[in-house]
């Protein structure tokens, strides 16, 4: 059951960084791990997303995000709504696959 | 609409047994009969409330503390399905404001004006429900009309027996009933009222406020007084989904059934004429408490459903 109307996004946040030396590979280590324990998945290697309720709620994980961007190499953050991701387009080899269901609000096991 | 930020996610588990543990602060659910590829990961800090319902789950340590540290409840229940202990974080010291000073000093008069205020809600919001007997709305709105200063002539009983009575209609007799084994539909009422409960006490918590100190309950072994007092404009919300369910063959506190109570959290409701999820109409209105105490303001914001909003409250 989706709030209907109300604003839910997507972060996605994708990155470039340099794994050629062991303090470049402990960097990569850690921004990665920044990413995972603030809720991110990993979408595809360097790309990783999150879904938030609100774009408040978006703002307050990009600006963490922000906070801990590794020296070296290079970040990219972008909000997506929901309708948007709803529309990308996935190819697995020759087949396609539906994008990530947004989580719902409620969630039952 | 409001800032929807503060909207936090549900959690129910009642169908699979699973394992719960946290891993770089992700609730992890791992289903006792899957393998481990088929477990579902949620951020912790995104949920609002976790309902557990199985015999059969487990929990780690850091399960547990993960998840109230990021301000999340935790429901266990027991027999019945029926809420058994909620699980309240202790706020945060270096965040949040304790307000118990404030708290333990209002004064008698605005005390009662308060619980004036949410009688009142309460006996419009039943009125609401009563579409199909007009003449009994009106009474119920007259009613509400003269609530007196902390409800001196028990207006709440008086309306609570005259709605009981119709609230499903002239063919259904109806009695009110709390206990645990309770009949349908009184089992979706005390479900409903219960997880109402555990969301507004959370919100208090989240406030700075003390639970146990309420405005007009004052029961020394009840550790959620001031849940209580806040819960009654929200009662009759859960009457008008517990009924709906009831007449549509939903009466066993099956996870679906449950789910159409849940699922109330996040229905929209209107305050100070706009309109906002109703998990997030709690934290105002606790906001407008806080107010209350701090001595900015002598009344509190409370939510009505949509429709009530049509025919004027």
Known sequence: MQITGYRCMWVLTMFDLPTDTKPARRQYTQFRKVLLKDGFTMMQYSVYIRHCASRENANVHVQRIELNIPPDGEVRIILITDKQFERMRIFWGKRRKPPEQPPQQLELF | ?313
């Open chain 2, 1 to 313: 609409m409001w800032g929807n930020g503060m909207i936090k996610r549900t959690i129910e588990i009642s169908q699979n047994p699973a394992h719960l543990s946290v891993r770089l602060d992700q609730l992890l659910i791992q289903p006792h009969d899957q393998p481990v590829v088929k477990q579902a990961s949620i951020p912790c800090e995104d949920i609002g409330i976790l309902i557990v319902d199985h015999q059969r789950n487990t929990y780690s340590h850091t399960a547990l503390a993960n998840l109230a540290e990021h301000g999340g409840v935790m429901v266990v229940c027991g027999r019945n399905h029926m809420p058994a202990s909620i699980l309240l974080p202790v706020a945060d010291h270096t965040q949040v404001v304790w307000r118990v000073n404030d708290q333990i000093a209002i004064s008698r008069p605005l005390q009662k004006q308060l619980w004036q205020q949410l009688v009142q809600a309460k006996i419009r919001g039943q009125a609401a429900n009563l579409e199909h007997d007009e003449n009994l709305q009106r009474k119920l709105k007259a009613i509400a009309r003269n609530v007196r200063s902390g409800d001196a002539g028990n207006a709440e009983a008086h309306a609570a027996r005259l709605y009981w009575q119709r609230w499903l209609g002239p063919e259904h007799p109806f009695k009110r009933d709390q206990n645990i084994k309770a009949l349908p539909p009184n089992n979706l009422l005390n479900y409903g009222y219960a997880i109402m409960r555990a969301t507004i006490a959370r919100a208090i918590v989240a406030a700075g406020l003390m639970p146990m100190l309420g405005l007009h309950h004052s029961n020394r072994s009840n550790a959620f007084c001031l849940a209580d007092d806040l819960i009654e404009p929200f009662r009759p919300m859960v009457d008008r989904r517990a009924r709906h369910l009831f007449t549509t063959d939903q009466i066993e506190l099956t996870q679906s059934t449950k789910a159409g109570l849940l699922q109330l959290l996040a229905e929209p409701v209107y305050l100070n004429d706009e309109k906002g999820p109703l998990m997030v109409s709690i934290q105002k209105m606790v906001s407008s408490l806080v107010r209350c105490y701090e001595g900015s303001s002598r009344s509190l914001d409370i939510p009505i459903m949509p429709h009530q909003r049509s025919e004027g409250g």
